[in-house]
């Protein structure tokens, strides 16, 4: 055993003893092994002897619960406590309760506040972002004055034209498309190659062979379509 453990281990009653007349509650030998261990640098066997020694000393009382001891202080040595003095207790308790409770309450709202401070920009982040904020404004300023500067504004009529015709080839555009789909789709019908072929030849062709390719075409059309039979139009 080390100097200091033996130091410690000397003086254990003492410090025991002091220890559960300012708590006044029972322990056993592990619970107060365990509060007291790293402040007084207590070991277990110290503490169970010293617990043991003071029982017999009279000093305080030991109960034992089957295989388990309770030690707590004697309490004659205390004053009688009146049915007054416990209710002022309670009232005590009940007061410190809630002053408690309020600064517990104050305490998270603090950290709350203080979250918030942490995650905000700090001075200098924010004149930096104030300065670019400002530049962007400025930029937004002189695109706008320039187009106000500008001759060739298009007037709300120019403007409500270019629409009606936007929709109108629109309109159109969609018409042929579909017109286009369902004359390739009925071609198709009888056509010996693939959809892909048939548009790749389609595409290449020299515009001195688009007729040839246009009669080649007709001879793939549907009966329905051409107003004869397979096999005369063939």
């Known amino acids: 055993m080390s ?8 003086g254990a009653p003492g410090i025991l003893l002091r220890y559960l007349q300012e708590q006044n509650r029972p322990y056993s030998a592990q619970d107060v092994f365990g ?40 309490q004659g040595q205390f004053d009688m406590v009146s049915d007054a003095d416990l209710q002022c207790l309670d009232a005590k308790i009940v007061a410190l309760t809630a002053k408690v409770q309020s600064l517990q309450q104050n305490c998270r709202q603090m950290e709350a506040e203080l979250k918030e401070l942490t995650s905000a920009l700090t001075t200098p982040d924010m004149q930096k972002e104030i300065q670019e ?11 706008l004055r320039n187009i106000k500067a500008a001759t060739n504004h298009v007037t709300p009529g120019e403007r409500e034209q270019a629409y009606k015709e ?23 019908e009888g056509y010996p190659k693939s959809k892909k072929q048939f548009f790749v030849s389609g595409n290449s062709l020299s515009s001195c062979s688009l007729g040839v390719f ?18 005369r139009d063939r």
Request: aromatic letters at 8%; a positive charge; glycine letters at 8%.
């Open 133 to 143: 904020l400002k530049k962007e404004c400025a930029g937004y300023t002189e695109r």
């Open 35 to 74: 509060n007291l261990q790293r402040e007084h640098e207590l070991g277990k066997a110290a503490v169970v002897k010293a617990l043991e020694q003071l029982a017999q000393q009279g000093k305080i009382k030991e109960k034992t619960y089957g295989k388990q001891k309770i030690y707590f202080a004697d």
């Open 3 to 10: 100097k200091g453990r033996a130091e410690a281990a000397a």
């Open 214 to 231: 246009a009669q080649e075409c007709l001879i793939h059309l549907p009966p329905c379509l051409t107003g004869g039979s397979w096999d």
């Open 166 to 188: 936007r929709q109108k080839y629109c309109k159109e555009w969609r018409k042929r498309k579909k017109m286009a789909t369902e004359l390739s789709d009925a071609i198709l």
